[in-house]
């Protein structure tokens, strides 16, 4: 079992930044890949990034590409998700994921063994 718990989220301008944390409770942590997803009102869960357990294969959604940055430490057991040049458009409950299949990076939700709580993102105009 792996508890996940978010955190940084908040109300920024567009063209700001925000840096998202993911603390697992893992102790192998570096035996699962993480992943980022978000759900805006309305609209279904989206992939936002992913990792593997060694940051050798990271994957982007198109809509985040050249803005987002995921990485991860394994020493302490923490994800990041480093968002700049955020838009309105990415205001949404941003969750993190682990998948115990540590070697890939998949955007696919389903793919994901457990899942974190979320924390909430604004970005206003």
């Known amino acids: 079992q792996v508890q996940l718990v978010e955190s940084g989220g908040g109300l920024v301008q567009a063209g700001g930044s925000l840096r998202l944390s993911c603390a697992a409770s893992?102790?192998?942590?570096?035996?699962?890949?993480m992943g980022w997803f978000r759900q805006a009102p309305g609209k279904e869960r989206e992939f936002v990034a992913a990792?593997?357990?060694?940051?050798?294969?990271?994957s982007y959604a198109d809509s985040v590409k050249d803005r987002f940055t995921i990485s991860r430490d394994n020493a302490k057991n923490t994800v990041y998700l480093e968002m700049n040049s955020l838009k309105p458009e990415d205001t949404a409950v941003y969750y993190c994921?682990?998948?115990?299949?540590?070697?890939?990076?998949?955007?696919?939700?389903?793919?994901?063994?457990?899942w974190g709580q979320g924390t909430q993102v604004t970005v206003s105009a």
């Open positions: 990792i593997n357990w060694s940051g050798g294969k990271i």
């Open positions: 994921a682990a998948d115990r299949d540590f070697g890939r990076a998949p955007k696919e939700a389903y793919a994901y063994d457990y």
């Open positions: 893992r102790r192998t942590f570096s035996t699962i890949a």
